[in-house]
């Protein structure tokens, strides 16, 4: 079992930057792939970001060059950092953890577990 807490989220101005944390609990971090999320009122949830156990990272084309997805395994903690927001960034995005191997990693129906999400909105 694993717990997900995210933190970070808040109202930023469009072209500022937040840095979303994610803390797990327990002793296996490193062994699961981590991958953030995002769902925007109305719409479904989707990929923002993977960072998989073995480093492989993969982003949504729509935050490529913007966001940075890394973790910390000593720290039990994944991270997103965000540059350049865009009002069409604001949603609840979520951290969630994959015990099984995927290569992408990109389908939110692939997690195992989730945190509760943090919100993120972005002023024009």
């Known amino acids: 079992q694993v717990q997900l807490v995210e933190s970070g989220g808040g109202l930023v101005q469009a072209g500022g930057s937040l840095r979303l944390s994610c803390a797990a609990s327990?002793?296996?971090?490193?062994?699961?792939?981590m991958g953030w999320f995002r769902q925007a009122p109305g719409k479904e949830r989707e990929f923002v970001a993977a960072?998989?156990?073995?480093?492989?990272?993969y982003y949504a084309d729509s935050v490529k060059g913007r966001f940075t997805v890394s973790r910390d395994n000593a720290k039990n903690t994944v991270y997103l950092q965000m540059n350049s927001l865009k009002p069409e960034d604001a949603a609840v995005y979520y951290c969630a953890a994959r015990s099984s191997n995927c290569y992408v990693c990109s389908d939110p129906g692939m997690y195992d577990y989730w945190g509760q999400g943090t919100q993120v909105t972005v002023s024009s």
């Open positions: 327990g002793r296996t971090f490193s062994s699961y792939h």
């Open positions: 960072n998989r156990r073995n480093g492989g990272i």
